[in-house]
């Protein structure tokens, strides 16, 4: 429509769909990135799961352990993701939100599940204080990632004895 008429205005309608073509595919990239994380492409999810710690615990200088228990299984890809997300955001809850002197984070394979545990000792859910910025999705995105696999999260939390974030995914099918 302004081809025939103003080419300023032609511009700027050519730079706009630029700016939104660029902004599509940066977007889309993330999308891409979040299915599949590199850490995943590049190692077991045991392994992935210590890395991510062991990043956590540079960054943050809270010391983390980090176990495995159980034989582990081969899992699909996208229970891989479900797991090492909530781990990522476990820590991050705990760092940001509990004050915690030191976090336990275990992987447990067992006959029938695979269970993720993120332990702090922190101030506990009701000593937590809530972020201004925080639109409290990612307890929730959790929840909904192990529901996709017939899985569940709980969060188990004492005032001043730390929270516990359990996520548990059935290995049948």
């Known amino acids: 429509q302004a081809l025939p008429g103003d080419p300023d ?6 730079d706009k769909a630029r700016s ?5 595919l940066d ?8 299915l599949r994380p590199e ?5 077991s999810l045991p392994e992935a799961i210590q890395r991510t710690a062991q990043r956590w615990k540079d960054e943050s200088g809270i010391p983390v352990t980090t176990t495995i228990t159980g034989s582990p299984l081969p899992l699909h890809p996208n229970i891989e993701v479900t ?16 004050r915690a002197t030191a976090v336990q ?14 332990e702090d000792n922190g101030v506990g859910l009701d000593g937590a204080e809530p ?5 409290g999705y990612g307890l929730q995105a959790m929840r909904e990632r192990a529901g996709q696999w017939g899985g569940s999260v709980t969060v188990e939390s ?12 059935p290995l049948s099918g």
Do not use: C, F, W
Not at 39 to 43: A, G, P, S, T
Not at 83 to 98: G, I, P, T
Not at 131 to 135: E, K, N, Q, R, V
């Open 20 to 24: 939104t073509a660029r902004a599509s």
């Open 83 to 98: 797991l090492l997300r909530a781990a990522q955001e476990a820590l991050h809850n705990a760092r940001k939100y509990s």
């Open 9 to 14: 205005k032609l511009h700027k309608h050519l």
């Open 27 to 34: 977007q889309a990239r993330r999308v891409v990135q979040d």
């Open 158 to 169: 004492e005032p001043g004895e730390g929270t516990t974030v359990s996520v548990v995914i």
């Open 131 to 135: 972020s201004p910025l925080s639109g």
């Open 105 to 118: 984070l275990t992987l447990s394979y067992m006959n029938d599940v695979v269970i993720l545990d993120v």
């Open 39 to 43: 850490l995943l492409e590049q190692q």
